[in-house]
């Protein structure tokens, strides 16, 4: 069973960081498209990140550029979410998702999906 497993997540003031791991387990994922999103309450899933994880090509969104970094241990077979200078309106639920094609997975489409891990961001 292939499984994407978020955690990482915690209450942080603003300025903070934190950084969120994804472990997959069931299959290497060296062929996908690895990705973070995030939903806060009342608002749409909203993407953050993404990375080729046989290649290390990486995409953000522009709400986070300059503050999070995504990156991989083939190793582990994990990936990370560095998230810096942590702002209230980051506070949202992280999900981990991975897509065989990156076009997909910017449009929000997975073939897998982790649970959530919570960030709050208090001011």
């Known amino acids: 069973q292939v499984q994407l497993v978020a955690s990482g997540g915690g209450l942080v003031q603003a300025g903070g960081s934190l950084r969120l791991s994804c472990a997959a387990s069931?299959?290497?994922?060296?062929?996908?498209?690895v990705g973070w999103f995030r939903q806060a309450p009342g608002k749409e899933r909203e993407f953050v990140a993404a990375l080729d994880w046989n290649g290390g090509r990486q995409r953000y969104a522009d709400s986070v550029k300059g503050r999070c970094t995504i990156s991989r241990d083939n190793a582990k077979n994990t990936v990370y979410l560095q998230m810096n200078s942590l702002k209230p309106e980051d506070t949202a639920v992280y999900h981990c998702?991975?897509?065989?094609?990156?076009?997909?997975?910017?449009?929000?489409?997975?073939?897998?999906w982790g649970q959530g891990t919570q960030v709050t961001v208090s001011s």
């Open positions: 998702a991975a897509h065989y094609l990156l076009d997909r997975l910017l449009n929000g489409e997975y073939d897998y």
């Open positions: 069931g299959r290497t994922f060296s062929s996908y498209f």
